[in-house]
């Protein structure tokens, strides 16, 4: 019963996973941090799966030699 998980991370390769798709990781929070940091004294009596984990990542800048020249830019119209 219930639906199968399709996906999953490890969390030791989370930052390689998203660099491989153009991102940068910025935080990446096991469940007790992120019960801690929104409810407080509140979130140390909650319960639920521990191996839940939010992340939080940013488009990468583009490398140095992909960058436009100054006067180079594309116009798209």
Do not use: H, K, N, Q
């Not at 199968?4 to 390689?16: K, Q, R, V």
């Not at 939010?54 to 180079?72: F, L, M």
């Amino acid at each position: 019963m219930g639906e199968a998980w399709t996906f999953g991370l490890d969390p030791a390769e989370l930052t390689g996973y998203l660099r491989e798709r153009g991102l940068d990781l910025c935080e990446d929070l096991g469940i007790e941090s992120c019960r801690e940091r929104w409810w407080g004294a509140r979130g140390a009596r909650m319960r639920g799966y521990e191996f839940y984990r939010i992340a939080r990542a940013r488009v990468s800048p583009p490398p140095a030699e992909a960058r436009s020249s100054p006067g180079t830019e594309t116009r798209l119209e």
